[in-house]
Each structure stands twice: as structure tokens, then as C-alpha cells.
């Protein structure tokens, strides 16, 4: 095992403050308390080798020695390897976290973030877009997860990356008020996101942009 660099951009519009995937890498780490440092990559001219460790020229990306590994539900995975606190060491358990992290990508973000999308570029109307993938999240996702996160206080297995995940998907769908008619769903974000380790990575996310606007204005 190595030192671990978590890749960010260096600088991002003010829009996408906050929720950079980045956030969910720091969280994790913070929580496993596993030591770290931060890398920028740049924003607006994207380098070939910024592409070889991100094959889409996106960010984040983690390096752990020799390994770069990037998608931020592989990161987190890869995290959860080093320790228990981000993923329990019994089958049950871990079977548990696995499954719940790639519903909280492939079932819940899937469907969250065309919604979210739309609200940031204004486009809720009455297109059939719209009503698509509002339909998508509210009727056919969130329902089903309010009823699994009624009564508990994490996903099933405890808290765990898969939280993480499902947390920060489900706190962009609250910044527009998506989260009003499921209590257990806003709950369980503003649970959360009352952590340290959420807070402390937020905290240092917004710190890491307000720098770059400060070298950008010299
Ligand atoms: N599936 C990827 C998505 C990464 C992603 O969407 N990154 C955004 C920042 S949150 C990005 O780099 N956007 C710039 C772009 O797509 O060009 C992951 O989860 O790591």
C-alpha cells in the first residue's frame, strides 16, 4: 500500500461547487481516517495524461502506489478493502455494502442526476423529458428507498461506503427540494451529512476552489 493522492480538478465553475465527486472520496477517507493529499488536474486544458489515469477526462481519480484507479464507486471499493470502517469483514456484510453501492450508482443516480441536471439548466416544464424523468426518480426509485431506509438509520450492513454513495447522490436531489414528500430519504441525508468526515470534506472541497479563484485573480 502506498500514499493515496486523490485527483480533482484545479479549478471548477461555481455551479458544480460542493458536489465535485471528489467529495465522496475525501468523505470515505475521512472516515476511514486514512492519510492523504490532494492533487489538481486541469479544468479547462485536459492533458493526455490526465486522460490515461481517466479514460473520460473527468475527475476523480485515486492513486495508491503504483495503482490509479478511477469511477468513484471503484474508488470507494477500493477503500473499503483498507478498512472496516467503510465495509464490515463478514460475507453477510460485505455482500450488503456491494450491492447497496452500485444501487445507489446504477439504480438511484441513474435517475437522479438527469433530474438533477435539468434543475440546474432551469429545463423543469412540461416536456415529456421532464416528466419522464421526473416520473423516473419519484415514482419509480425514491418510494421504494424510503420504504428501505424507513426506521434505520443506514443502509442495510451499518454505515458504510455504501452510504457515502447513497447520501451524496440523494443530497443533490435535496438541493432542489426532491427529497419534501420522502422524510425517511431527507432524514437519512441530513443524518449524514451532519458527520464530520461530510463536513470536514466539504469544508476542504470548497476550500480547494475558493484557492484557485484566488491564483485565478492575481
Ligand atoms: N462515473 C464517474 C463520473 C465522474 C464525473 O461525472 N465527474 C465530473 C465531476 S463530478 C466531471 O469530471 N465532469 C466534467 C466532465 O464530465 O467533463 C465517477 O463516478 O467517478
Redesign the pocket.
Known amino acids: 500500500m502506498g500514499e493515496l493522492i486523490l485527483t480533482t480538478y484545479d479549478w471548477v465553475p461555481e455551479m458544480?461547487r460542493g458536489?465535485?465527486?471528489d467529495l465522496r472520496v475525501r468523505w470515505a477517507l475521512e472516515e476511514a481516517g486514512l492519510p492523504y493529499r490532494v492533487a489538481s488536474t486541469p479544468f479547462e486544458d485536459r492533458k493526455p495524461e490526465h486522460f490515461a489515469h481517466q479514460p473520460?477526462?473527468?475527475?476523480?481519480w485515486l492513486t495508491d502506489g503504483d495503482l490509479s484507479i478511477?469511477?468513484?464507486?471503484a474508488i470507494l471499493l477500493h477503500l473499503a478493502e483498507r478498512s472496516e470502517k467503510l465495509m464490515p469483514g463478514d460475507p453477510a456484510g460485505r455482500n450488503a455494502v456491494k450491492q447497496w453501492l452500485f444501487a445507489a450508482l446504477n439504480s438511484v443516480e441513474m435517475a437522479s442526476l438527469p433530474w438533477v441536471m435539468l434543475h440546474f439548466m432551469n429545463a423543469v416544464d412540461d416536456t415529456p423529458a421532464w416528466k419522464f424523468f421526473e416520473g423516473f426518480l419519484t415514482a419509480s426509485r425514491l418510494p421504494h428507498l424510503e420504504r428501505v431506509l424507513s426506521g434505520r438509520e443506514w443502509l442495510p450492513g451499518g454505515f458504510s461506503v455504501a452510504d457515502i454513495l447513497m447520501a451524496d447522490v440523494l443530497r443533490a436531489v435535496d438541493r432542489f427540494d426532491g427529497l419534501k414528500a420522502f422524510p425517511a430519504c431527507r432524514a437519512y441525508v441530513a443524518r449524514a451529512t451532519a458527520r464530520p468526515g461530510f463536513i470536514k470534506a466539504l469544508s476542504d472541497q470548497m476550500a480547494h476552489f475558493a484557492a484557485a479563484d484566488a491564483r485565478r485573480a492575481v
Open positions: 458544480p458536489l465535485v465527486r473520460f477526462g473527468q475527475v476523480p478511477f469511477e468513484s464507486g
